[in-house]
């Protein structure tokens, strides 16, 4: 996989050190590659997919891999947690060192999201933008609620069923503003650039022109999927409408700032674990060496994996209030 990404303006890296001007044109881009490393065994508790940069330098997909693929198009980075039909609800462990991959647990259980009629699995490849968080001592003046204490989710809308871990180059469409139990939990809407249809699909209004119904879906998906297990229904601001491509990279930017703030210890990072690779220099409580980078993971023994569980194929059948 070959990323073209181009740093952020403030934040600078050890390993690619910027220039004056690239630290004042960020439309100036840098070719980067990231690969994955599985580690444990799929569908069990001990599963973690580490990454790894061209160099096969160990890194934080949540701090280390840029947030822009083209600062001057607006293309962000994504890094691709659950691939589209899929259940298994896989996150960036931001409170683990190097953050890798791995699967939620709830109760001593690893968890799956529920199959709510007619839907299967997750609707999109579903993941994150890099070097974003949505901080939790903030309160949105839309939403009226603070960050989840995430990166900012996306959702990818291509034809494409994306890998685990896989780093994507995304445009973005639009945004959805999810209210879950009391946070503010935003929903980026986005294509691939690679999609065949990415040139047609530019901002919220052309989804609901040539995919119908995709964002209803959406809002259905992400309104019930939590009822299976007992949990209310989630709300949403703004009526449950979609806002625009405009509306959604500024809060993606006002993420990145929040982000900029936390790995600069200007914001409390609370039990987020913010040691990387690339990104703090040397001195900084947040620079994990290359030998400590190595030893997490070898930590980390090879397993075979797992069977998923049938009760996962269930679907859930209740009527929409």
């Keep these: 996989m070959l990323h073209t990404t181009s740093p952020s303006a403030d934040v600078s890296f050890r390993r690619y050190p910027p220039s004056q001007s690239q630290t004042e044109n960020t439309s100036l881009q840098v070719n980067m590659s990231f690969t994955v490393e599985q580690r444990g065994s799929l569908n069990a508790l001990n599963f973690r997919l580490f990454f790894k940069n061209a160099e096969g330098k160990y890194i934080?997909?949540?701090?280390?891999?840029?947030?822009?693929?083209?600062?001057?198009?607006?293309?962000?980075?994504?890094?691709?947690?659950?691939?589209?039909?899929?259940?298994?609800?896989?996150?960036?462990?931001?409170?683990?060192?190097?953050?890798?991959?791995k699967q939620d647990v709830k109760k001593g259980k690893l968890r799956y999201v529920a199959n709510v009629f007619p839907h299967k699995g997750y609707i999109w490849n579903y993941g994150a933008i890099p070097q974003t968080w949505e901080d939790p001592a903030h309160k949105d003046g839309d939403t009226d609620c603070?960050?989840?204490?995430?990166?900012?989710?996306?959702?990818?809308?291509?034809?494409?069923?994306?890998?685990?871990?896989?780093?994507?180059?995304?445009?973005?469409?639009?945004?959805?503003a999810?209210?879950?139990?009391?946070?503010?939990?935003?929903?980026?809407?986005?294509?691939?650039?690679?999609?065949?249809?990415?040139?047609?699909?530019?901002?919220?209004?052309?989804?609901?022109?040539?995919?119908?119904?995709?964002?209803?879906?959406?809002?259905?998906?992400?309104?019930?999927?939590?009822?299976?297990?007992?949990k209310p229904e989630n709300r949403f601001a703004f009526n449950e409408e979609f806002k625009d491509k405009d509306f959604a990279i500024e809060v993606i930017k006002a993420t990145h700032n929040f982000w900029k703030a936390l790995i600069s210890q200007k914001a409390k990072a609370g039990e987020l674990n913010c040691k990387n690779t690339c990104v703090s220099a040397s001195d900084s409580p947040f620079c994990c060496s290359a030998d400590e980078a190595k030893a997490v993971v070898e930590a980390c023994p090879c397993g075979k994996d797992e069977d998923i569980p049938s009760s996962v194929d269930k679907w859930f059948y209740y009527e929409k209030k």
């Design 60 to 101: 934080s997909p949540f701090h280390d891999i840029p947030i822009y693929a083209d600062e001057s198009q607006n293309i962000f980075h994504m890094v691709v947690e659950v691939p589209r039909w899929t259940n298994a609800k896989m996150e960036i462990a931001t409170k683990d060192l190097l953050n890798p991959i």
């Design 178 to 230: 999810m209210i879950d139990e009391g946070e503010t939990d935003w929903k980026v809407i986005a294509i691939n650039v690679e999609d065949p249809e990415a040139n047609d699909l530019n901002n919220i209004s052309d989804v609901q022109r040539l995919k119908p119904g995709y964002l209803e879906a959406t809002v259905d998906w992400f309104r019930r999927y939590k009822v299976p297990d007992g």
């Design 146 to 176: 603070c960050g989840d204490n995430d990166p900012i989710d996306v959702c990818e809308i291509g034809s494409k069923v994306c890998s685990r871990g896989e780093v994507i180059k995304v445009k973005v469409l639009g945004i959805l």
